[in-house]
């Protein structure tokens, strides 16, 4: 067993994030490990940019209410314990309700060095995106 040193906090950065983002890396897998593991605090409204993961990611939902869409897909409200899955390559966002802030648990892995990216991040969300009509997972089937 091995007790990890976690480093501090760190901003997100304005070409990735819009709004004040916060996150904790909890862990990041050395070979032959692969596994990202991110605590990540938005405050009311703040939202990544568009992005994908080469492996895909899971968003686990600790508090709040996130704001979840990709491409061409619904905006999808969820709530504290919904988990949501993004295929490899597929391109979305997440973030804050423009009321409260949310707290989300994101599990990715690297892909390693010979297979492409990690993340590819893309434009920002437009205001229409983040403001568009959702369904919430309260009601969603």
Do not use: C
Request: charged share 20%; glycine share 12%.
């Amino acid at each position: 067993m091995e007790l990890l040193k976690q480093p501090p906090t760190g901003k997100g950065p304005a070409e990735w994030f819009a709004g004040d983002v916060w996150f904790d890396v909890v862990y990041r897998g050395e070979e032959p490990s692969r596994a990202r593991a991110n605590m990540v605090k938005f405050a009311p409204g703040a939202r990544t940019a568009w992005h994908s993961h080469g492996l895909g990611q899971t968003l686990y939902i600790v508090e709040g209410i996130a704001l979840i869409q990709s491409r061409g897909g619904e905006l999808l409200e969820a709530h504290p314990g919904d988990v949501v899955h993004t295929p490899p390559g597929e391109e979305h966002w997440h973030g804050a309700a423009p009321d409260q802030f949310m707290i989300h648990l994101a599990l990715w892995e690297n892909p390693g060095p010979d297979a492409g990216p990690e993340n590819t991040w893309l434009e920002h969300v437009t205001d229409n995106d983040y403001n568009g009509p959702r369904v919430s997972t309260r009601t969603h089937p």
